[in-house]
Nanobody, 124 residues
Framework: QVQLVESGGGLVQAGGSLRLSCAAS????????VGWFRQAPGKEREFVAA????????DYADSVKGRFTISRDNAVNTVYLQMNSLKPEDTVVYYC?????????????????WGQGTQVTVSS
């Protein structure tokens, strides 16, 4: 079992930055792919970014490409999502997830473990 805890969410003005963290406990996830997703009320959870086990390969949704950066530090079992140039439409709950394989995927169904989410609010 892997437990994931997100942190770093909050309120920021448009154009500002936040860094989300996803800390893993229990079984190490240094060999697993990790993804960030987000979900607005009444909508489906959508892919934001993903990283493979080593951090060498990353993938981004078009809506965040060039603004968000995913990275990981396996020494401390943590994955990060640096969010710059935030927009009001980025206001949702962000979730991290990990899958029991080293590659990364965009689909929600590909992930086995999920965190509880952290709220990001961007004011205009």
């Amino acid at each position: 079992q892997v437990q994931l805890v997100e942190s770093g969410g909050g309120l920021v003005q448009a154009g500002g930055s936040l860094r989300l963290s996803c800390a893993a406990s229990g079984r190490t996830f240094s060999n697993y792919g990790v993804g960030w997703f987000r979900q607005a009320p009444g909508k489906e959870r959508e892919f934001v970014a993903a990283v493979n086990w080593s951090g060498e390969s990353t993938d981004y949704a078009d809506s965040v490409k060039g603004r968000f950066t995913i990275s990981r530090d396996n020494a401390v079992n943590t994955v990060y999502l640096q969010m710059n140039s935030l927009k009001p439409e980025d206001t949702v709950v962000y979730y991290c997830a990990t899958r029991r394989i080293w590659t990364m995927r965009r689909s929600v169904e590909s992930y086995n473990y999920w965190g509880q989410g952290t709220q990001v609010t961007v004011s205009s």
